[in-house]
């Protein structure tokens, strides 16, 4: 046999191999930990590592009343793994969650931000605790591991035997191959999600809800392409079908559940100010426009909502958008309680549309209401230029 | 959640994190191929003026060992890293007890997470400003204009609060990444041999800094920097520890 024939067997081989890589994996037992030599240990030992980094960094949220919220809702959702799962609030203006090998999870405040109940969140919580249990982590990680090894034979075989391009041909049936594995888990994590909630009392219902309003937002959105997570999960139509569906047959055999709404708003109502202003930040402002629409619909602390409703007409600042804006922070003022920076935001605009008086009015009034304000000597200027 | 394109994304930590370690090996492997000799040792005027019987923490180690597979990823190995960290303290002590000086070690405050969580900021700097100093003072291509000739870099004066328990001189942190080419990886290197593709095995990289604890300047800084090594078995980790080490004024 010559050397080119020979490499032609390997490849074929390997091409054979490449198609039937599968693993099995048991569920993660609670309280149980990888055997030191193995592959799972070191992904713990990057992640350990990585969670330590992280929770010492100014990015999360470290105030200890919002996350006894989160930790007690994980712990009635899985009180066995309660011990086994810890996480840190992001603060990423972006939906997601996400859980590492070794039970660390990263929640970011986007995510907090958008969903409406506990329901909502106990449903993203529940799907990150499948992925735990299921070692999901575990599993890409050997399918990548086992495909990127297999693809380097392939392409020096290939080299060897003259046909480059098979190389190239394997490359793209391996990704398409790992990507449809990663959906297969969202899937089976989404069933977990949903079962888990169901279990525990909370309307299941608002697991497809949260989808729904997701796509609403994706689909608004000025710049569709930042969704990254519909890239490696469901089609997203597909899941919210799948979920109702579920729902309707829970609801057939006479269960039912809570959302939780008030506690929910209760908990980050003090955050919301903070979240949103990093919401805008984005500057997509149709995507943030539909975040608002629900929070508004809450009816909860509505003077903060009109008010940051009027940012994002005046960040915006398209034709019209002025006026609209002015209108929301005169809503906000209606309100029992609303920011003080409100009254700043209106002086600004009314400054800017002419209206001097109105301007030197909402100024003062800001400052009589904030007298402490960072800013005051600069506002004070303002109404000394205009007079 | 779902999103998380949970896969996704810890894959792209996991990517990001091992890619951060090894892109820097990338560069400086690239660097090493094309030539540049250096001494592995930098260290400022100051460093010989410690005292004759200098007292100095030695810090928790950073130390981490990955397998690099046939495909070329770096597979974290807990196993090899547990033992390596265990040869190279052992190691680090028995080539200090050489020295007149007295050595304690750090032990960082569990019960105090305030200091707890200093200690672990300590730790994530001298990892930036050790790998800024790989970078820019040993490859005259990336030299730092501001800097010349000079070798003043610091952690600060924040690291005096590590030293309330101690009354030391000076403190020690070494930070080491290895990795070691798997039977596969070994055997694409010689099937890539034939093919005439070039495929690289594993590497040793690291660097340990003699910290000032009055102002967190850097007084001495080595580097390990080579396709040798293994810090898996005490022999060879104590080599690794006498060419890390070289030139400390201890």
Known sequence: MTFKSSCIWILALCLTCLSCASTQVQDIQPGEKPALESDEAGLWMVMDDIEANLKTSGRVEHDPELNDYVKKILCKLQPNYCDDIRFVIVQTPHFNASMAPNGFMQIWTGLMLRAQNEAQLAYVLGHEIGHYQRRHSLIQWRTIRDTSSALIFLQLVAAGAGVGYAGSIAQMVAMAGIFAYSRDMEREADDIGFEIIADAGYDFHEAANIWEALIEERDAADQPDQFILFASHPTTGERVNAMRKMADQLESQGRAGHPYQREYLDATRPFRAKWLKNELRKRDFAASQVVLKHLLSTGDNPGELHFYQGELYRMRAKQGDHEKAIASYQQALRCEQYPPAALRSLGLLFWKTGKVEAAKDSFKNYLNLHPDAPDYEMIKSYIEEIQ | ?250
């Open chain 2, 1 to 250: 959640m779902m999103t998380a394109s949970t896969r996704a994304h810890v894959f792209s930590i996991f990517a990001r994190r091992i890619h951060a370690a090894f892109k820097l090996t990338a560069l400086f492997f690239f660097l090493f191929c094309i030539g540049c000799a250096t001494t592995n040792y930098k260290a400022t005027p100051a460093a010989p003026n410690l005292p004759e019987n200098a007292r100095v923490i030695v810090m928790p180690l950073d130390v981490q060992l990955f397998e690099l597979t046939a495909g070329g990823l770096q597979e974290p190995r807990a196993d090899w890293t547990a033992a390596a960290e265990t040869h190279v303290q052992t190691a680090l002590e028995s080539f200090l007890a050489q020295r007149k000086d007295t050595v304690v070690r750090y032990e960082p405050l569990q019960d105090n997470p305030e200091k707890a969580r200093m200690n672990q900021q300590l730790m994530k700097l001298h990892e930036a400003v050790g790998n800024s100093i790989m970078i820019h003072t040993y490859f005259p291509g990336f030299n730092l204009p501001t800097k010349k000739d000079q070798f003043d870099w610091t952690l600060g004066g924040g690291i005096q609060r590590i030293n309330e328990r101690y009354g030391a001189h000076c403190a020690l942190f070494i930070f080491i990444r290895d990795s070691y080419a798997s039977a596969g990886r070994k055997a694409a290197m010689v099937l890539g041999a034939l093919a005439g593709v070039s495929i690289s095995g594993g590497f040793q990289t690291g660097f340990a800094s003699l910290v000032d604890l009055q102002t967190g300047n850097i007084l001495w800084f080595g580097r390990l920097f080579r396709q040798a090594g293994d810090l898996r078995t005490p022999e060879p980790a104590y080599e690794a520890v006498s060419q890390l080490l070289v030139g400390i004024p201890l």
